[in-house]
């Protein structure tokens, strides 16, 4: 069965930085593009980053709220992906599930990240 | 960036009944390749997001045959036939033909 686990997440202050990590098994990882999605308290979805394959040169894309701050990446030998995020801002807060595939075919069970002085 | 717009925003049904959810979208959705990126998600109370329909009618793998999806270009529908209880959380629709890639709003839906 295919499973998404992601781990690393905590209560971090403003401008600091946190690193979360997704554990994937079930499919063949390396050939799927790996997402991040977040969902703050109470609201709605918002895609974050984009990692795609090799063959497409591990290309990445990003949200415009976490552009500069976030970088998404993948350690195919290890089934994982991560998220580095940096300058955390209080609006960072929020659920972070890590997804997989070209139309959000998987999810983990997320991993919350709270921002707050 | 494409904004999804999704209606109604909540809706109460009986067991058994049928309903469809709306979702629209500021840009047509069809992609180069002449594929349509709409998909449809459901996050049960407490739980993460599951997909359930990819590229507008594409059935995922284990859903039951009462969700069904439809619509082109810019207008998409949702429909479920006869809802059971399992049914109840939010729906959403996203598109992965642009980016940024946008989910609507969501639409909640409960038992009666």
């Known amino acids: 069965a295919v499973q998404l686990v992601e781990s690393g997440g905590g209560l971090v202050q403003p401008k600091e930085s946190l690193k979360i990590s997704c554990a994937a098994s079930?499919?063949?990882?390396?050939?799927?593009?790996m997402y991040w999605v977040r969902q703050a308290p109470g609201k709605g979805l918002e895609w974050v980053a984009r990692?795609?394959?090799?063959?497409?040169?591990?290309?990445?894309y990003y949200a415009d709220s976490v552009k500069g701050r976030f970088t998404i990446s993948r350690d195919d030998s290890k089934s994982m992906v991560y998220l580095q995020m940096d300058n955390l801002k209080t609006e960072d807060t929020a659920m972070y599930y890590c997804?997989?595939?070209?139309?959000?075919?998987?999810w983990g069970q997320g991993v919350m990240v709270t921002v707050s002085s | 960036d494409v904004v999804m717009t999704q209606t109604p925003p909540s809706l109460s049904v009986a067991i058994g009944q049928s309903v469809s959810i709306s979702c629209k979208s500021s840009q047509s959705l069809v992609y180069s390749d002449g594929k349509t990126y709409l998909h449809w998600l459901l996050q049960s109370p407490g739980r993460s997001p599951k997909r359930l329909i990819y590229?507008?009618?594409n059935l995922g793998s284990g859903v039951p045959d009462r969700f069904s999806g439809t619509g082109s270009q810019k207008d998409f529908t949702l429909k479920i036939s006869r809802v059971e209880a399992e049914d109840l959380g939010v729906y959403y629709c996203?598109?992965?033909?642009?980016?940024?890639?946008?989910f609507g709003s969501g639409t909640k839906l409960e038992i009666k």
């Open positions: 996203a598109q992965t033909t642009h980016f940024p890639f946008t």
């Open positions: 990692i795609r394959t090799k063959p497409n040169n591990y290309a990445t």
């Open positions: 079930g499919f063949t990882f390396s050939n799927a593009a």
């Open positions: 590229q507008v009618s």
């Open positions: 997804t997989a595939a070209g139309s959000f075919d998987y």
